[in-house]
């Protein structure tokens, strides 16, 4: 059986991060993982700059007023596929392989679940909770055109997040950030198609991005029927068991919630962005997406760490935990850097991609928002790293607390900023919940980690 893993191993992108140096493993972990978030990015951008230049601004505005709830829901998904991928990323550390495909049995039932009901229930209540978002009535129809579309493909979104989250479980993140580059040329096709050879509008935006976030789904569940043997389930390992099931929901759930509350502060806030006008809500359209493009490195670090820790609290290397940490942090903190500079100098420019030069307004109240952000990308940092760290080690439920406190953040903004101040209170939203989850993050890490050594029954590294 061993040899067959390792041959398995070999023939695919699976790697163990148990053993080795960490920076090296950090790296190629993250770096494929960094390309496919990047070029996933592009692809949203390639959207919204087709939207924006062709379909015009309050097509532009109507799209990015879903922003927020479009957050809510989706990371929710991706929340719950990732805190599924936890257990088996433990049990490939602990070399428990049945276990594991048990475990990813149950992932496949629990998801079909969500799924259907997410899909029924989120759709049925679009206009309505459009309406309570106060979206302006201009932009309204756009809005709700291009969001419910999108809920119809929650499916396909819970396709691709499961099959590539239990890929990278085990290690391989090539694989698929390749299936995502294919889908994200498929989806720019299929908008330019969409939206200027059919003339479908704000809807051909959704449909495509639907059709590629299905096709990546098939794509990487292919590859696991032909590439990985690991994954393929044996005799009785399909059996539902209960045990599996509150495991996975004990760490699924609570990191899908804290997408979603996280995305409560986020709505609260767009609701308040909304109330100033569709210029205002442009400018945060355009300027949020030259920013998401900026912070993917943190996501990509993020998304490292909580592979990196389960995998090595699996096998009980514990010391692995604060050195990956500390590697993946100055990567991050030279990054932060870079792009501050960056975006001070070109942020401007980097918005005219998404809105006409002759909108001088919206350029400028853009540039001080991605100034503002980028100003505060050191503390994100710390908020993707050690929230996933945690999350890693199997405390679902504690990250939740970090959700909660940018929600509060980015709510005392929308309720005290925005009217005290308008459009520049907006700006600092994010800064502000990123510190506030920071203060509560760093403490629980460091206690948590002092927990699972007594938990094993281990001395405490004392190092960072």
């Not at 039932?109 to 259907?116: D, K, P, R, S």
């Not at 979603?260 to 962005?273: E, F, R």
């Not at 980097?350 to 928002?369: D, Q, V």
């Not at 990308?377 to 993707?384: A, H």
Request: hydrophobic share 50%; charged share 10%; proline share 3%.
């Amino acid at each position: 059986m061993g040899k067959t893993i390792n041959k398995a191993q070999n023939k695919s992108g699976i790697k163990d991060l148990t053993e080795g140096n960490p920076m090296k493993l950090i790296l190629e972990f993250a770096v494929p993982l960094l390309g496919g978030l990047l070029f996933q990015q592009l692809y949203s951008m390639v959207d919204t700059m087709i939207v924006g230049r062709t379909l015009g601004k309050d097509a532009l505005a109507g799209v990015g007023a879903t922003g927020s709830i479009n957050f809510m829901v989706i990371g929710f998904c991706i929340g719950v596929c990732a805190g599924f991928a936890i257990p088996i990323s433990q049990q490939f550390g602990a070399k428990d392989y049945g276990n594991m495909r048990r475990f990813c049995a149950h992932s496949i039932y629990l998801t079909v679940i969500f799924a259907a009901v997410m899909t029924v229930t989120i759709a049925a209540l679009t206009g309505q909770i459009l309406v309570a978002m106060n979206t302006p009535s201009n932009i309204l129809s756009y809005s709700y055109d291009y969001i419910f579309v999108i809920f119809l493909g929650i499916p396909a979104i819970y396709l691709y997040n499961l099959s590539s989250s239990t890929i990278r479980a085990l290690g391989d993140s090539k694989m698929p950030v390749v299936f995502l580059i294919i889908a994200s040329v498929v989806n720019i096709i299929l908008d330019l198609f969409f939206i200027m050879g059919l003339g479908m509008g704000v809807e051909g935006a959704a449909w495509a991005t639907n059709v590629s976030q299905l096709f990546s789904g098939v794509l990487c569940c292919l590859y696991i029927w032909k590439k990985v043997p690991l994954l393929h389930f044996e005799k009785g390992e399909m059996r539902p068991g209960e045990h599996y099931f509150h495991i996975l929901l004990f760490m699924g759930v609570p990191m899908g919630l804290q997408y979603s509350i996280t995305a409560i502060g986020s709505v609260v806030l767009q609701t308040a962005v909304n109330g100033l006008g569709s210029d205002y809500v442009a400018t945060m359209t355009a300027a949020s997406k030259v920013s998401m493009f900026f912070c993917i490195p943190f996501d990509a670090i993020g998304t490292t760490m909580a592979t990196w820790a389960g995998q090595n609290i699996g096998a009980k290397k514990l010391d692995r935990l604060n050195k990956g940490l500390k590697d993946a942090s100055v990567l991050g903190m030279i990054y932060a850097v870079a792009a501050f500079i960056v975006l001070f100098i070109f942020g401007r420019q980097l918005t005219t991609l998404f809105i006409s030069a002759s909108e001088t307004s919206i350029l400028n109240n853009a540039r001080f928002f991605l100034v503002c952000n980028s100003a505060f990308f050191i503390p994100l940092l710390f908020v993707n790293a050690l929230r996933f760290m945690i999350q890693g080690m199997g405390h679902s439920g504690l990250a939740i607390l970090s959700g909660v406190c940018e929600m509060a953040a980015r709510v005392l903004v929308a309720v005290i900023l925005i009217p005290l101040i308008g459009f520049p209170g907006a700006c600092f939203a994010s800064p502000l919940a990123w510190v506030c989850a920071d203060l509560f993050l760093f403490p629980t890490y460091f206690k948590l980690r002092k927990k699972t050594y007594r938990d094993f029954g281990m001395a405490e590294q004392v190092s960072l």
